[in-house]
Every structure is written in structure tokens, then in C-alpha cells.
């Protein structure tokens, strides 16, 4: 089973940037889409962007701002975060064919 362990979480304010990381360990399918999906108070978890060898893609609230990247060699994926608002404001999950990171906190303030 694959593990997920993401990191590059934290405080940024409105229009401030933040970069994501997810390392996986385990084997990694490179045509098999990895996602994130974020979860914010109150609110049902979201997909927010997923990338595989072949596409990308992500949702019409973060396009243009995010943009996810992986590294099939390295087993990670990224997603670059530039012109936050407050309403990015969540914990980001990455995941892949069933397997979840444990999460990582996004406060954007205003």
C-alpha cells in the first residue's frame, strides 16, 4: 500500500504564496492520477487539483492560481499555491488510488 506523507503547510497571507508536497512511498502507477483535495471547516472535502502522466486537472475556484506538479522518479507531486485567498483556507490532502496523507494545514488570512 502506498503512503502519503505531505508537508509545505502553514500561514500566509492574502496574495501570499505557499508550495505543497507530497512523497509517496510504495510503487506508483505513472498513467494513475494523483490528487489533492482540501477539507475546510464545516464544509465536505474537495478535490482540488489531480495530475497523471497523461493530464492534469484541477478546479475552475483554483485555476490560474494553483498548479500541481509531480516528479515520477522522486514519487512526489506538488502544488504550487500563489495569489491565496481566505477561502483556500483549509487542510490539504494528497492522495492516490485509495491510499491518504494525514493532511496539512493552509490558514490564509485576510
Known amino acids: 500500500q502506498v503512503q502519503l506523507v505531505e508537508s509545505g503547510g502553514g500561514w500566509v497571507q492574502t496574495g501570499g504564496s505557499l508550495r505543497l508536497s507530497c512523497a509517496a512511498s510504495g510503487t506508483i502507477g505513472r498513467f494513475n492520477f494523483m490528487s489533492w483535495y482540501r477539507q475546510a471547516p464545516g464544509k465536505q472535502r474537495e478535490l482540488v487539483a489531480r495530475?497523471?502522466?497523461?493530464?492534469?486537472d484541477d478546479v475552475d475556484s483554483v485555476k490560474g492560481r494553483f498548479t500541481i506538479n509531480r516528479d515520477n522518479d522522486k514519487k512526489t507531486f506538488d502544488l504550487q499555491m500563489k495569489s491565496l485567498k481566505p477561502e483556500d483556507t483549509a487542510v490539504y490532502y494528497c492522495?492516490?488510488?485509495?491510499?491518504w496523507g494525514r493532511g496539512t494545514q493552509v490558514t490564509v488570512s485576510s
Open positions: 495530475i497523471s502522466s497523461a493530464s492534469t
Open positions: 492522495t492516490y488510488w485509495g491510499s
